[in-house]
C-alpha cells in the first residue's frame, strides 16, 4: 500500500468554483503534514503546512483527520493561476524523508 | 523564492558516459536531499544528507552516488547513465530541527540518456 493516496483527478472547473483534494496516509506514526504546488515541468513550493487544528490561508484552508488518516485542500473562489497539481506530503515528525502522493491536477477554466 | 540551484537544467546524454548533476543552496540548510520524479508519478527519495560528511541512501534504490563535502553542496553522480536513468531529478534542503520538515526543492534537472 502507498503511504499516501490521493483523489486522482483531474479536475477541471470554472473560475469562481470552489473544489476539494482528499488525501489518506497509511502510516499512523505521521506528524507532519502539507500540502505542496507543482507546476508543469518546475520544482514542488510548499502551499501550506496542514495543523492538527486546520488552517486556513486566504481561500485555502487544509483540514486533518487524525482518525481517519486523511488530509483535505479546500479552494475557494478558484483562480486561473490556481491552475496545477497539488501534492499531498507527509512525514514523520524530525524524519528524513518526505512520502509525497501522485497529486491531484486541477485546471481553472475561464 | 527559495536560494537552491541545480545546473544543468536539461542534459541528453548518451549511454555509458559519466555525469555529474550539481546542487546547491544558499541558505545554510543543514539537510539536503535528492528526488526522483517520473512524469505523472509521486517523488521518490534516493539521497540525503544530514550535513557535511553525511550521506544516506534514500527509500528508492538508485545507482547514483552523492557526496557533502560542503554544506551548501550536494552533487549527485552517475559512473555509466543508462536509458532507464531518463528522469527528472530534483534536490531539495531544509534547516535542522525544523518541527516541520520543510523542504525547499530546487528547479529540477532533467536527465534524458539515449
Known amino acids: 500500500r502507498k503511504e499516501v493516496e490521493q483523489d486522482p483527478g483531474p479536475f477541471n472547473v470554472p473560475e469562481g468554483a470552489t473544489v476539494a483534494f482528499n488525501c489518506t496516509y497509511s502510516?499512523?506514526?505521521?506528524?507532519?503534514f502539507f500540502w505542496y504546488r507543482q507546476d508543469c515541468r518546475k520544482e514542488p513550493k510548499l502551499l501550506m503546512s496542514?495543523?492538527?487544528s486546520g488552517n486556513e490561508d486566504g481561500r485555502f484552508t487544509a483540514q486533518l483527520n487524525r482518525a481517519s488518516q486523511y488530509i483535505s485542500l479546500l479552494i475557494r473562489d478558484s483562480k486561473l493561476s490556481d491552475s496545477a497539481t497539488y501534492l499531498c506530503?507527509?512525514?514523520?515528525?524530525?524524519?528524513?524523508?518526505?512520502?509525497f502522493g501522485t497529486g491531484t491536477r486541477l485546471t481553472v477554466i475561464p | 523564492e527559495a536560494d537552491i540551484y541545480q545546473t544543468p537544467r536539461y542534459l541528453v546524454i548518451g549511454t555509458g558516459k559519466k555525469i555529474t548533476l550539481e546542487c546547491s543552496q544558499t541558505?545554510?540548510?543543514?539537510?539536503m536531499y535528492w528526488y526522483q520524479q517520473d512524469p505523472g508519478m509521486e517523488l521518490h527519495l534516493i539521497h540525503y544528507?544530514?550535513?557535511?560528511?553525511?550521506?544516506e541512501k534514500g527509500d528508492l534504490s538508485s545507482e547514483s552516488t552523492v557526496s557533502r563535502i560542503r554544506t551548501e553542496h550536494f552533487p549527485l553522480t552517475l559512473e555509466s547513465a543508462r536509458p532507464s536513468h531518463t528522469s527528472q531529478y530534483l534536490c531539495?534542503?531544509?534547516?535542522?530541527?525544523?518541527?516541520?520538515?520543510?523542504?525547499?526543492f530546487g528547479p529540477g534537472t532533467r536527465l534524458t540518456v539515449l
Open positions: 531539495a534542503s531544509s534547516e535542522w530541527g525544523q518541527v516541520y520538515n520543510e523542504q525547499f
Open positions: 502510516n499512523s506514526a505521521s506528524q507532519s
Open positions: 496542514v495543523y492538527s
Open positions: 506530503v507527509v512525514s514523520q515528525t524530525g524524519a528524513n524523508n518526505l512520502f
Open positions: 541558505m545554510g540548510h543543514d539537510k
Open positions: 544528507s544530514y550535513g557535511v560528511n553525511s550521506t
